[in-house]
């Protein structure tokens, strides 16, 4: 029997996150593969449309990473991000998606073992927590 | 109340005859029990019509959005918190109006009061602590405060926050209220309870809008619903779509509901659709301090940030 | 013109007997409000009740409709074909629906079913439905069906009617699918034509006095389109609108629908949802450009439809049979009866 494997989607800010993913890869680090990532040019541009479309569509977790508070490309997207997420997760967990769906981190462009002990970290939380039940959408379920 | 509508109708009289004001923003009475109907006055003539009682339940701010001509507004204090937010949103302007303050005891839940009675309601009047319930075969006489629309019976803001002139004097607010006990409630069940709990009072919705239509924040020139391209979420009654319908609705009040109710008392369903922002509302409280709607001056949440906001759940 | 009295004790007995050869539908209290649902066996219908909530034409009309399925997998033969699915279209009965909901569908029924044209999936699950009227002892004080063209009694679009009369329900069939129905219950005990059609007069003559709330319709049709179209009022009657589609929704004759495709991975399902005239996506058009922008057009669109546009085109009436629902559930207590005042006795 085939393992299950999770699906998981990171959205990763271009200056910092994006480059930790490259740097760990040319330093050969290990990390689990069940990542997918798309690229995105800063946390501030994280709309709640992208994490809620990525459950839709059926990812097992979401992880948004983006750069250190003070250290933002754009000076303060991250600080804006940083509310809008905080707000997000709590409304997220209270309709009913279980804590360990959805991870934020900040990863500055040279924090490769970062990197790589958040993708474990996260890996591992949502593989703890089983394949996604609710909220996912295929056919719609009307009459 | 009579005093209040005396009053409202001789400040709405002298501004439109003074020319202060093009129009004025009120209610006129209804035609079922327990309903207003919005509506404007241009001349002193239409003044008349204007009522003022516990069944005023509808945000009037949701009037005022991109309006140019001078305006007359009656405003409890939820409408005049979303007026604040109007204001510093850039969809009115505060030389435009003229803020007539009430001060506001609550409006009355038209469904709770309903779902008392099996037959039904032909006429229901009020003095000042009762109301009135009178039908076929019956009347009764009930305490206001027991039948006040849920968000006003927590309400801590019931003095009008701006207003040029009161119709009424100010009233002590209300203190030491519980407002979130639903959402610790919530909160703290397990997430598959959470799941069930929501699938259970939206499986009505039937997706008409009255509660986003109602709110007075819901201006956007194209709706997230509306949207195709891409289409973010699907138009049938498929539950997963009409969730994200009202997770995202919720979500983008976050930090600008002053929860007025009128998304509630709008719903046909009766659908308890308050149980998504007032989290956001907490959260907001908790997190930031922030009330919506209070100060002209303050940015509202999402539109600023401390560099020492919390983060404890950022790896 | 048979009549069969039903002896309310028999009546639990008789639905099981119609779950046989039915689907049962029948008004069913949820939380606080009456809703047109499907009967489980052994459920019985609620009788007990003024309106529902909700009109029952998504019995027929379902909110959201299937209509194709199609598969964009190249690998299969028969990808990027569209098919039919396939749907329970045996027999259904509606027991217990109001006369007013009654007449509604044969008002849409001049929508979904002309010479030119047949809907296909409105006209199959209407022919396979039975329905089985209550007769309205009670109205509200919102109903004015008697001067929308229709009224507590009315039989039209009833395959029978029930009239409550305490011990008994008296059936007044009215058609041979009635006659089935009924059969079918095993409902036999006939009763004197003439003595049944005394009572079931007698308490319509009863209702009819109660209801108390009127429209007047009669010089709609001699108005001009245009005038009433550039009438003054329309700004007060728009004003407070909030342009959400519950009163649209909550209409038994409101019939417009919006075509959808939805793909999921290579599968894909085209249906067709409820629209609303109060939407401005309704009338969007692909360049950008909406003829029917503002809130006050929208408003307009749905008066002048109901009681003007098809007032000419089908010369039936107004395309409203009086149930109130939208004068209930206005959040914002726009009420048509006000409004057709208004257009029926505007004079430029």
Redesign the interface.
């Known amino acids: 029997m085939n393992e299950w494997k999770p699906r998981i989607v990171g959205f990763l800010c271009n200056w910092c996150s994006y480059g930790a993913a490259d740097l760990a890869g040319v330093s050969r680090m290990q990390y689990p593969p069940n990542v997918r990532v798309i690229r995105i040019p800063c946390t501030g541009r994280m709309s709640p449309k992208f994490i809620l479309a990525a459950f839709m569509k059926g990812a097992d977790g979401v992880w948004i990473s983006g750069c250190h508070p003070g250290d933002c490309h754009y000076m303060e997207g991250n600080y804006y991000a940083r509310r809008k997420f905080a707000l997000f997760k709590n409304l997220i967990e209270y309709m009913g998606i279980e804590p360990g769906r959805l991870h934020f981190s900040w990863i500055s462009s040279a924090e490769s073992t970062k990197f790589a002990s958040v993708v474990n970290e996260v890996t591992s939380a949502v593989k703890a927590l089983g394949p996604r039940e609710h909220f996912i959408k295929t056919m719609p379920r009307v009459a | 109340m009579s005093e209040y509508l005396s009053k409202i109708k001789e400040i709405s009289e002298r501004l439109l005859k003074e020319e202060k004001v093009e129009i004025i923003i009120g209610f006129r009475k209804g035609t079922v029990p327990m309903m207003n109907e919005p509506c404007f006055a241009k001349t002193p003539e239409q003044v008349k019509e204007l009522v003022w009682d516990s069944n005023c339940g509808i945000n009037l701010a949701n009037y005022l959005t991109d309006r140019k001509e001078k305006i007359g507004i009656i405003a409890k204090g939820c409408d005049s918190r979303n007026i604040v937010t109007h204001i510093i949103e850039n969809k009115i302007k505060r030389e435009q109006l003229f803020i007539i303050g009430v001060s506001c005891k609550g409006m009355i839940d038209k469904n709770k009061i309903t779902s008392m009675f099996e037959n039904e309601i032909n006429e229901v009047s009020e003095d000042e602590e009762n109301i009135i319930v009178k039908g076929e075969g019956f009347e009764k006489t009930l305490n206001k405060n027991d039948v006040l629309q849920e968000n006003c019976k927590i309400c801590v803001h019931r003095n009008p926050v701006i207003y040029d002139e009161l119709a009424a004097d100010l009233l002590v607010e209300q203190k030491d209220v519980d407002r979130y006990e639903d959402v610790r409630k919530i909160e703290a069940m397990a997430p598959e309870d959470k799941w069930n709990y929501f699938d259970d009072i939206l499986s009505d919705c039937i997706r008409c809008y009255a509660c986003r239509n109602a709110c007075p924040l819901c201006y956007c020139p194209t709706c997230f619903v509306d949207e195709s391209r891409p289409q973010w979420v699907g138009k049938s009654i498929d539950p997963v779509d009409t969730r994200t319908f009202h997770f995202l609705r919720a979500y983008h009040c976050a930090g600008r509901c002053t929860d007025c109710g009128a998304c509630e008392r709008a719903c046909p369903m009766g659908i308890k659709v308050r149980t998504f922002t007032k989290k956001l509302g907490k959260d907001c409280l908790e997190l930031y301090g922030w009330e919506a709607g209070l100060s002209l001056d303050e940015r509202p949440p999402l539109d600023t940030y401390r560099p020492d906001d919390p983060e404890d759940f950022i790896k | 013109m048979r009549f069969i009295t039903i002896d309310k004790k028999s009546w639990a007995n008789g639905l099981e007997n119609l779950c046989e050869n039915y689907r049962l539908f029948g008004p069913v209290r949820?939380?606080?409000?009456h809703f047109f649902k499907k009967l489980a066996k052994g459920e019985l219908p609620d009788f007990n009740y003024?309106n529902t909530?909700?009109s029952p034409k998504s019995i027929v009309y379902?909110?959201?409709?299937?209509m194709f399925e199609y598969s964009l997998d190249e690998s299969k033969e028969d990808h990027h074909i569209l098919k039919e699915i396939n749907k329970d279209y045996s027999l259904q009965a509606l027991i217990g629906i109001r006369p007013c909901d009654a007449a509604s569908y044969l008002l849409v029924k001049c929508n979904f079913d002309t010479p030119e044209y047949k809907d296909p999936y409105w006209l199959r699950a209407y022919e396979s439905t039975i329905f089985a009227g209550l007769a309205c002892g009670n109205p509200?004080?919102?109903c004015f069906c008697t001067s929308a063209g229709c009224g507590p009694f009315h039989e039209d679009g009833l395959d029978l009617l029930l009239v409550d009369e305490g011990e008994n329900f008296i059936a007044k069939i009215l058609t041979s699918r009635g006659e089935n129905f009924i059969k079918s219950a095993g409902w036999e005990t006939e009763t004197d034509p003439t003595a049944a059609e005394k009572i079931i007069k007698d308490m319509k003559i009863k209702a009819e006095e109660k209801i108390a709330s009127f429209v007047s319709t009669d010089q709609l049709k001699n108005k001009l389109s245009i005038k009433l179209y550039d009438a003054p009022f329309w700004d007060?009657i728009a004003?407070?609108c909030?342009?959400?589609?519950?009163c649209t929704?909550?209409c038994p004759t409101c019939w417009c629908f919006?075509i959808?495709d939805?793909v999921?991975?290579s599968?894909g399902?085209r249906?067709r949802?409820w629209d609303?005239c109060m939407?401005?996506?309704f009338t969007l058009h692909g360049s950008g450009y909406n003829p029917r922008n503002t809130k006050m057009q929208r408003v307009r669109q749905r008066f002048m439809h109901k009681l003007k546009y098809y007032v000419d085109k089908y010369g039936d009436g107004i395309q409203c049979v009086g149930c109130g629902r939208c004068?209930?559930?206005c959040?914002?207590?726009?009420?048509i009866?006000?409004v057709c005042d208004m257009m029926n006795k505007y004079e430029d």
């Open positions: 949820d939380n606080n409000h003024l909530r909700l379902p909110q959201s409709e299937t509200r004080s919102t007060d004003f407070a909030i342009n959400c589609g519950t929704y909550a919006d959808q939805e999921s991975s599968s399902l249906m949802n609303s939407y401005p996506l004068i209930r559930l959040p914002v207590n726009i009420d009866r006000r």
